[in-house]
């Protein structure tokens, strides 16, 4: 039965980030999708057999292995809402879903001035983008458009940065203090992210990177050993499964 705890699971969906929140009064925000339909079998072994509802669907960016499982989603599940900026990009997914968008499923495009909370006590601080992107525009590097937040409850934050490259995380927390609890690893711990120098500014105890085997050589061994000379905390979906990540006054990983 689900408890009045805060669960972040990192859904092993291979190739990919999916993230499923359970805010502690039971709210349901979906972070990414994974590269297919991988993520309905993940949602499923966390949510309750009854539960078909996802209050919040949250997009980074239009690639294929952050939006992929998004149009079986929108089949299996009631989405409540959507944030996510329907910019020009030619991804068949992202087209499908922005097609669902138009009959009828509310969405905000979010920049940083449009932090916001759902429930009772979970708040999403916007740091990424700044100003609103140009949606006729076609974008060459779609990674640096991520939706890029920190998730705060309490005492605990965590940063989801999509593919963000590392000159804009490093821009985001010099600007903005934050000792974070979770890192989500950017981009699947490319080289073109996690820099030492964000690391420095924002200070994880903890760090989750979503990746399949063999896949892209992600994540690279420059970024794995900057995260172990930083003594964090290293989890891996593809090695580590499913991750909930259970937090309280302490915070629990298991995998399951």
């Not at 969906?13 to 993940?42: A, C, H, P, R, W």
Request: proline share 4%; charged share 25%; glycine share 8%.
């Amino acid at each position: 039965m689900p408890d009045d705890k805060l669960h972040i699971y990192a859904l092993d969906v291979g190739q990919g980030d999916s993230f499923l929140i359970k805010t502690e009064d039971s709210k349901y925000i979906l972070v990414d999708s994974g590269m297919n339909f991988e993520v309905i079998k993940e949602i499923q072994k966390v949510l309750p057999y009854w539960e078909r509802t996802l209050d919040l669907v949250i997009l980074t960016h239009p690639d294929q292995d952050h939006v992929g499982g998004f149009p079986k989603i929108l089949e299996v599940y009631t989405v409540g809402a959507i944030i996510y900026w329907p910019i020009n990009n030619s991804n068949l997914a992202f087209i499908q879903l922005k097609e669902a968008v138009k009959h009828g499923i509310t969405y905000y495009a979010l920049t940083s001035k449009n932090d916001f909370r759902i429930g009772c006590c979970t708040y999403f601080d916007i740091l990424w983008p700044d100003q609103p992107l140009d949606l006729e525009k076609k974008i060459d590097n779609v990674n640096d458009t991520s939706l890029s937040f920190v998730l705060n409850v309490g005492g605990f934050s965590m940063f989801f940065g999509g593919d963000l490259g590392h000159d804009l995380e490093e821009k985001l927390f010099s600007e903005k203090f934050y000792d974070l609890d979770i890192l989500k690893v950017g981009h699947h711990g490319s080289k073109h992210s996690t820099s030492d120098r964000f690391l420095d500014l924002s200070r994880p105890e903890i760090a989750v990177i979503g990746v399949g085997e063999n896949n892209f050589g992600h994540p690279t061994k420059e970024v794995l050993d900057s995260l172990a000379n930083a003594n964090i905390k290293v989890y891996r979906t593809d090695l580590d499964g499913t991750l909930d990540i259970e937090v309280s006054d302490l915070i629990k990983v298991k995998s399951f």
